[in-house]
């Protein structure tokens, strides 16, 4: 185990000449924001390059830390464009600016210098806490976070954006300091089950996983993390511990052949960032899979471009003239009326049966009645990403 952990380590720590590359130009990128002229905030470097367990390629983020009565929008981008002017603005919870310099990526972030963690104005304020804290705890646990990073990266769940729902960088920082490492955490994981309760939060929506973020307890710092982010990591966890391989942090990614019928749904973009797009794609997906039922649903996923993209596979995709209908049972309320709209009923064990002709006869006809504006394509539709097979097996 130790051998592959150090192979591992040695393919995603940065050099000692590219960690210094980015460590020089993060130091540049301060001293011009600090230099800028009248400038009325402070600056930080934050995330990953500032604690120290950042993996090869990684993104410099720097936050400019403003007065409350500053818009970040327009006064916020407008300093951050000073620092790199070709930078493209882009929106999440919040304005920041992206850009590059030297092929590495530079995220400059407006954010508010709130006094208290538990006071925030905009979404990231705490970030700037955040880096303080894992600084402060980190003790040596550095490699053990880049090993977990790439650990759930390979299985699929690093990540707390929408398109992924898994584990963000703080979250995996926290995990790693908790329990002392990557082995002692992978082999928690690989024991957890829905819903974990790490830490008792009042008045906050359900999550696989409730934790207490360390700088406010009224946060749910898990809050992100899906059922299927969560069930990624636990059943990656088991397989790892039982057959630890290279390919868990490296998958091959081989292609799932396709077990059924594939059916695209295409909608409109609503526009907005992904952040909130996606969400509702998401829920859009949900609603289908449910109401396609009748057509034995495999499996699905979405993903969105300039349109978004709901994958469905099922069994079939066009019902026979008659379908069963199961109905009450006799000393159910309904009985009486179930018979009188269907007289040709049989009593089948405890339950009245009988068949009908299904509602709609196709996946399309289904579709269409719930979201009368989609596009509707056989086949996996150009732009539409295919269902994913469990990434580390051969």
């Known amino acids: 185990m130790n051998q592959l952990l150090k192979s591992v380590i040695n393919q995603i720590k940065p050099s000692k000449d ?18 800028l002229n009248g400038a009325k905030f402070d600056s930080m470097i934050v ?24 818009d970040l929008k327009k006064e916020g981008l407008h300093i951050a464009k000073k620092i790199i002017p070709n930078g493209r603005e882009l929106y999440a919870q919040h304005p920041y600016l992206r850009g590059e310099i030297n092929g590495i990526g530079i995220d400059v972030v407006p954010c508010y210098a709130v006094e208290s963690s538990t006071k925030p104005i905009s979404a990231v304020d705490r970030t700037p806490f955040h ?96 059922l299927k982010g969560f069930g990624a990591a636990v059943l990656a966890s088991k397989a790892f511990l039982a057959e630890p391989s290279l390919d868990f942090f490296f998958p091959k990614n081989k292609k799932r052949p396709f077990q059924g019928f594939i059916t695209t749904v295409i909608l409109p973009h609503p526009g907005g960032n992904e952040e909130t797009v996606l969400p509702w794609l998401q829920r859009q997906g949900r609603k289908i899979y449910n109401a396609i039922s009748d057509f034995e649903p495999i499996a699905w996923n ?38 009188k709209k269907y007289p040709d009923s049989s009593l089948n064990e405890d339950r009245l049966e009988t068949g009908k002709a299904p509602r709609n006869a196709t996946i399309s006809e289904v579709v269409l009645e719930l979201l009368p504006n989609a596009e509707i394509e056989k086949g996996l539709s150009k732009g539409a990403k295919a269902i994913q097979r469990v990434p580390w097996l051969d």
């Not at 960690?19 to 230099?35: C, F, Q, R």
């Open 47 to 70: 995330g990953s390059v500032a604690k120290g367990t950042f993996l090869k390629g990684a993104d410099i983020d720097i936050f400019l830390k403003f007065n409350n009565d500053i």
């Open 131 to 226: 880096t303080e804290w894992v600084k402060k705890n980190i003790s040596g646990l550095e490699d053990e976070i880049r090993l977990t990073k790439q650990f759930l990266k390979g299985c699929g769940a690093y990540g707390a954006s929408s398109a992924i729902g898994g584990f963000s960088g703080y979250l995996v920082e926290i995990l790693c300091i908790k329990y002392g490492g990557f082995e002692k955490l992978i082999g928690e994981i690989a024991n957890w089950r829905p819903q974990l309760i790490l830490d008792k939060i009042d008045n906050i929506p359900y999550s696989p996983i409730m934790l207490a973020d360390p700088v406010d307890y009224n946060r749910n710092v898990a809050a992100g993390v899906t």
């Open 18 to 35: 590219e960690s210094k590359e980015i460590e020089d130009l993060a130091s540049e990128l301060i001293d011009k924001t600090n230099n």
């Open 302 to 339: 979405t993903n969105l471009g300039e349109k978004g993209y709901l994958v469905f596979e099922t069994a079939s995709i066009e019902l026979p003239e008659i379908i069963p209908h199961k109905g009450p049972a006799p000393w159910d309320d309904g009985a009486m009326d179930f018979l």
